[in-house]
């Protein structure tokens, strides 16, 4: 069964990415008005709308990016390498 | 010592000594029943708190205490003894009686540590589970485990050692060996020693490089048990020892951001899921640092689920690595044709690590986050948050896509081998995806656990939904433009352990190379200085051998052989009277002398 849904879905990319898109400006929709922010921690909870999104979508390219930069100045090195 | 107290490790050491003589249909009834009375008893205890096992040592100098049952040994101790079973479940077809032993003591040193009430029989428990988790490892017989072994065995003795040190400071300075909760505003070196040894086992920077190392190496059941143990372990030392101790919040930040770079780039599975417990452990060593009884309600919560989602994410592992015999995303990949039951798993234990909601990092994590932003934390609660980002990212994401979606690596014989694994795994992975969705979406049955009971929490707030939701979102939104980037690459990736793994390496090549020329050349040195030396200085005593002493002894033999011949001459004429006449004459002078002197 699940190997049914899953190529189902794998079939069709384009609608599976239109839901997707879908959801989440639904779900902003809904953060932006629907939800009351007076209860937040911080001023920018507050009064920036959708504060969480541009959080989430900045944190995470911050971290894939300074993993990379981390992986790249030499972190990152060949399988073997204790290996001799 | 009051009669109704059993103690639960004492459960499963008896039960580990006697599995060698359960054989046949037996064997199988019997590993799961020990876990279950244990389990069993820990709910009992939890029923009559208290202290119990309160023995006398050496003459009633010290006291030990075995049994403290209190709230928060009592959910730590429940969430141990629930993993044991589950951990047992999953390794019931392991044969090899001698794993199954190792794993129950391993457990019974984590009980024994939960339940202790003084530093000796922390000490005795606690190097149980080192030593015994060491051999879970030992028992893998990949390459490389026996070395991640004695590189285990070897950084636990050294913890072990420094909070030996610590606790022998403490009891010289105060007489004291009870482990209670330690004063931040008297802290002596001793303070600070014992925080280090207990800090190395719950892996916090820079202590922290032997979690991935061993963990990916030990035996697929091992690496199960031993996710959830030690860390959790040594949280609840910190939790009753450390709690509120300020330090600890820097330090529990730091390393849930060092963690999850790392779990960014990994390429081994067991890797990642190590690297992810370093990050995860960080939330609840930053939550004993803030030391509230939000934080710690959360530290206990976010450990109990942790061990549940993390158990359930290394068995899932472990049924990929059981089946195709590999760990890496460059081996694997588009399994889900073939593990279709194992990706199910793996995304239940995704979706619980990242805090969806009705799983349990939902309910738990935020609990964390929320005490930070109450205690007027804000930095640390920002960076958590970013923490959670990258959490979903590696973890919900990249986990589940690099092994199960995407192109497949697979070689033709892994593609081959690749199948769900035995009932008695997915037996225990159902448990455990059960338990992480009940822990989310029935709040009473941890919460109420919980060692602060008064303290209100309500995680199904519509505004922390809509937090989780947008963060969720936009991780997958910035996932599907930026996966190329976080791919499968054939790494590794250097870390601290590079000081004693490379310094090994260095002591050698020493060992080898220069205290080898420095041997040669002394070798060399010798040949021509010493032995040449040695040959003049023995030619010089053979010549006075020769002449020297032989001289003199032969000189004074031809002596001696000249005089007889003299005497010979002068006085054995052959005449009788002449010979009596000297011979009582030089008796006479004996004898004179004789009484004269």
Known sequence: ?84 | MTTSFIHPALIMIFGAVFLPFVKGPFRKPYLFIVPLLTLLSVVYLSWHPGVYGVVNFMGGDWTLTFGRVDRLSMVFGFIMALMAVIGTIYGLHVEDNWQHIASWFYVAGSLGVIYCGDYLVLFLFWEMMAFASTFLIWFNKDKGALAAGYRYLLVHTFGGVVLLLGFVLRYQATGDLSFVLLSEENAQLYTWLIMAGLMLNAAVPPLHSWLPDAYSKASITGAVFMCAFTTKTAIYTLARGFAGFDILIVLGVAMAIYGIIYAINENDIRRLLGWEIISQVGYMVTGVGIGTALAINGTCAHAFAHILYKGLLFMAAGAIIHATGKSKFTDLGGLYKKMPITLFFMVIGGISVSAFPFFSGFVTKSMIIAASFEAHLLIPAFLLTMVSVGTFLVAGLRLPYLIFFGDSRCSEETWKKAEDPPWNMQLAMITAGFLCLLVGSYLPFLYNMLPYPNVAFHPYGGYHLSETLQLLAFTAVAFVFLKKKIGARPTISLDLDWFYRKGGQIFLWIATTPVQWLDNCWGAAYRVVGLYSLMTTARFWSWFDWHGIDGVVDGSARCVRAIGRRITITMQRGQIQQTIYISVTFAAILLASYVWL
Not at chain 1, 30 to 42: E, M, Q
Not at chain 1, 49 to 74: D, E, H, N, Q, T
């Open chain 1, 1 to 84: 069964m699940i190997i049914k849904i899953v190529d189902y879905l794998k079939e069709r990319p384009g609608p599976v990415k239109f839901s997707f898109y879908v959801a989440v400006a639904i779900m902003v929709v809904w953060s932006i008005g629907g939800v009351d922010t007076h209860h937040a921690h911080t001023w920018a909870e507050m009064y920036i709308p959708g504060f969480w999104s541009l959080f989430g979508l900045a944190a995470c390219i911050v971290l894939i990016y300074v993993a990379r930069w981390l992986g790249k100045s030499g972190i990152m090195t060949r399988e073997d390498y204790y290996d001799n």
